[in-house]
């Protein structure tokens, strides 16, 4: 199977974000976070056998990598926050 790793890691940030922020916790919100971080950083392409290996691969995430992630997070929880779809 391939995943986009990237998303992986967006997912899996992305909720640490948004617990410390002001910011609506529902699905929707969650999911357009999501997509707009996606949109501002390049898919991260990688075979994998299964699930598992996505925690093996996060642990082994450069920290540049992570910064990136972070900072694409928290500049998308900014713009959701002023823009909620609901
Ligand atoms: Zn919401």
Redesign the pocket.
């Known amino acids: 199977m391939i995943f986009n790793i990237m998303e992986q890691l967006v997912r899996a940030t992305v909720p640490d974000f948004m617990e410390k922020n002001d910011?609506?916790?529902?699905?929707?919100?969650?999911e357009?976070v999501c997509a707009l971080t996606l949109n501002s950083l390049p898919p991260l392409y990688k075979r994998l056998s299964d699930r598992q290996e996505i925690d093996v691969f996060r642990q082994s995430t450069s920290r540049q990598l992570s910064m990136d992630i972070n900072i694409k997070i928290i500049n998308a929880i900014d713009t959701?926050k002023k823009n909620?779809?609901?």
């Open positions: 910011i609506c916790k529902c699905e929707d919100c969650f357009d959701v909620p779809r609901h």
